[in-house]
């Protein structure tokens, strides 16, 4: 272990006892204040770890511009450490993670900041009406729009309110979220939210279960965003949701965003998002059948308005392929849109091992462009992905994904792979070990 990684496990320590000791001095006050009260139900301690690391390799193909083509091995490792107390009327949570880079091109361990992923009080008024206050996980619907980013080591967070009203068929929550300067040692590749682009952002998600097979769901975000190098606060708006039709073995959905407003080059927007899919379930075998489409422009160029769709809260890879090819919109696409029909088989061979393979097609919506002007073909390439759980104990899970891409001369005008002849593989072996310190009720 390096220097800096026994400086980075001292603070670790130090915050985590700073945590208890701030949930310790809430717990007491509020049973003061509510010692009149008879709680029904018990106050419940938990102190959990978790011990993630991931050994991935890629080649011949780039997630950002900045990284090299050449084959590249590395492992990376996610401690986190979450305290949670919970009462009738009260729940406080703090989850603090560090976040390890390690044998990569022969540089020594390097950590990433620690901080923490989530850290909220969350008073519940009354038995359908509850608050929560401070850092939070977002996850909304199937994660498309909003996810906390689970297989991310750092995760997605926001800071915020978020106001909850639940009852037995409706779910609405209202969001009101903001972000602030980071230190320099806030780093984005590792932070869980200092990548968030928003000054402010309101978000309103309403979910409807109408009779036994039916459910709707609306979800409306706005963003306030400052253009980069100019004193000028300019909104964008995502507002849409999804249809849910289960019976049975069947399920049906359909999902459409319309985004509007300002971009950072000030043109407005007029962009949308569409998603179908039917899933069919027999005996330990579920398909999958869809398709995502992302609007993007036609032309290049002199235009006041953009139909490029921007998806900054959502995951990509569970529905864009492992290899993250595409997930920052609209550069990862060229500005072209993007047309995505995939395939998704899964099986569970057995309770504690489970299989999966999905396919991809992946055009634009319009053609590119090159550099020399010519329009290429719309067909950009074809992915696999190949993985298998196995979980032997409850605390216990390893992963193990193997990730091909047959890729066409355009994913290199798109500055995505260098060599189009040749294929891009990506695998990765995951372990997740949690395991509970501390388990205490009164």
Not at 62 to 82: E, G
Not at 371 to 383: D, T, V
Request: hydrophobic share 35%; proline share 3%; with cysteine.
């Amino acid at each position: 272990m390096v220097v800096g990684d026994t400086y980075s496990m001292q603070k670790l320590l130090s915050k985590s006892i700073y945590v208890v000791l701030v949930v310790n001095f809430l717990n007491q006050n509020i049973s003061t204040c509510s010692a009149q009260e008879q709680d029904s139900l018990k106050k419940i301690w938990h102190l959990n770890l978790e011990i993630r690391p991931r050994a991935e390799y890629r080649d011949n193909y780039i997630l950002t511009p900045t990284d090299s083509v050449v084959p590249n091995f590395h492992i990376n490792q996610r401690n986190r450490l979450t305290i949670s107390y919970q009462s009738e009327r009260l729940k406080l949570m703090g989850s603090l993670q560090e976040i390890h880079l390690w044998v990569k091109s022969g540089e020594a361990s390097t950590v990433g900041s620690i901080h923490f992923y989530e850290l909220y009080a969350e008073p519940k008024i009354t038995d359908k009406f509850s608050i929560r206050i401070g850092r939070q996980g977002v996850l909304l619907d199937n994660g498309r729009i909003f996810s906390d980013a689970p297989w991310a080591q750092q995760g997605r967070s926001h800071e915020g309110v978020r106001l909850m009203h639940k009852t037995k068929n409706i779910s609405n929550d209202i969001f009101l979220l903001f972000t602030r300067p980071y230190s320099d040692y806030y780093d984005r590749a590792y932070s869980a939210v200092a990548s968030h682009q928003y000054k402010y952002m309101m978000i309103h998600y309403l979910k409807l279960k109408t009779g036994k097979y039916l459910t709707i769901s609306s979800t409306s975000a706005v963003e306030f965003l400052e253009q980069p190098n100019v004193d000028n606060i300019y909104n964008r708006i995502t507002t849409g949701g999804r249809l849910e039709w289960e019976m049975n073995n069947m399920y049906l959905t359909l999902s459409g965003y319309y985004q509007l407003g300002k971009n950072a080059q000030q043109q407005s927007i007029r962009a949308y998002y569409l998603q179908p899919e039917v899933r069919v379930r027999h005996n330990k075998t579920t398909l999958r059948l869809g398709a995502e489409i992302l609007s993007g422009n036609e032309s290049n160029g002199g235009r006041t308005i953009t139909q490029n769709f921007d998806i900054s809260y959502g995951v990509a890879w569970k529905f864009m392929g492992n290899m993250n090819f595409f997930a920052r919109f609209p550069v990862d696409v060229g500005g072209k849109g993007l047309i995505n029909p995939y395939l998704f088989v899964l099986h569970q061979f057995h309770p504690k091992f489970a299989a999966r393979t999905d396919f991809h097609l992946f055009a634009n919506q319009y053609r590119l462009e090159s550099s020399n002007g010519e329009f290429l073909n719309k067909y950009l390439g074809f992915e696999n992905d190949i993985s298998f759980k196995y979980k032997p104990i409850k605390q216990l899970e390893l992963n193990y994904g193997f990730s091909y891409f047959i890729a066409q001369k355009e994913m290199e005008e798109l500055n995505k792979i260098i060599n189009p002849e040749k294929i891009s593989v990506w695998s990765y072996l995951m372990i997740s070990y949690t395991f509970q310190l501390l388990n205490h009720s009164k």
